[in-house]
């Protein structure tokens, strides 16, 4: 069965400390990795990654997949009280737009 | 930027009573929208696939009589929990892609729906 699994599920830091989230996947005819950011209702998109070893950064953000050990990682450096959310891994595998997702991990970032 | 628009925000009936919850794509077309439920502390589950003009395609579990999905235009899906019970309590987004592409893809705000 196919899976995406997050980690840590929940997670409190200081603002100014850095964190990175996990998402690892076992899937059949993997596509792409997502990752949103889920703040009160309506997750936003961060990032797609399709290909291994290439970063992707905006601003204080960055992710990277890593396709031959079936992750990926979010980081967030010097992160602010706005950083608090639930972030959102998700996959979608060859031929379909379906969108498969972690429970997500729900950051908390404290003044 | 891409607005998807979802309405209501939060519902609560009566067991038994059917709900309908509108969701928008406001400034672009969409001939595809998708249907999540989540459960606290739980993923956004897919429940199905709303494919404007034509028959929605529902997700292995997801009873379609149950939950039904109306694509009538390019901008608007609607999804109807009939008979709802205290089990179907849950929040429910929709999301719609511009050009199909999952890097497009714009969430609606929600729904809470509360059975009572």
């Known amino acids: 069965e196919d899976k995406v699994v997050q980690s840590p599920l929940s997670l409190v830091v200081h603002e100014g400390d850095t964190v990175t989230l996990n998402c690892s996947y076992e899937v059949t005819n993997f596509r792409s990795l997502l990752w949103y950011k889920q703040e009160k209702k309506a997750p936003t998109f961060l990032f797609m990654l399709t290909s291994s070893g290439i970063e992707k950064k905006s601003g204080r953000l960055s992710s990277i997949l890593d396709k031959k050990e079936l992750f990926s990682i979010l980081n967030i450096t010097a992160t602010q009280t706005g950083d608090s959310a639930v972030y959102l891994c998700a996959l979608t595998q060859g031929g379909s737009e379906k969108l498969v997702f972690g429970k997500g991990t729900k950051l908390t970032v404290n003044p | 930027g891409a607005v998807v628009s979802q309405h209501p925000s939060r519902v609560i009936c009566k067991s038994g009573t059917s709900v309908k919850i509108e969701c928008r794509s406001l400034?672009?077309?969409?001939?595809?929208m998708f249907w999540y439920r989540q459960f606290p502390k739980q993923s956004l589950m897919l429940m199905a696939t709303?494919?404007?003009?034509?028959?929605?395609?529902?997700e292995q579990g997801v009873e379609k009589d149950k939950f039904l999905i109306n694509h009538a235009s390019l901008t608007l899906s609607t999804l109807t929990v009939t008979s709802a019970h205290p089990e179907d309590s849950s929040f429910y987004i929709c999301s719609a892609a511009i050009g199909g592409a999952n890097e497009k893809l714009f969430f609606g705000s929600g729904t809470q729906l509360s059975v009572l």
């Open positions: 400034d672009f077309q969409a001939t595809t």
């Open positions: 709303s494919n404007e003009g034509s028959k929605a395609t529902y």
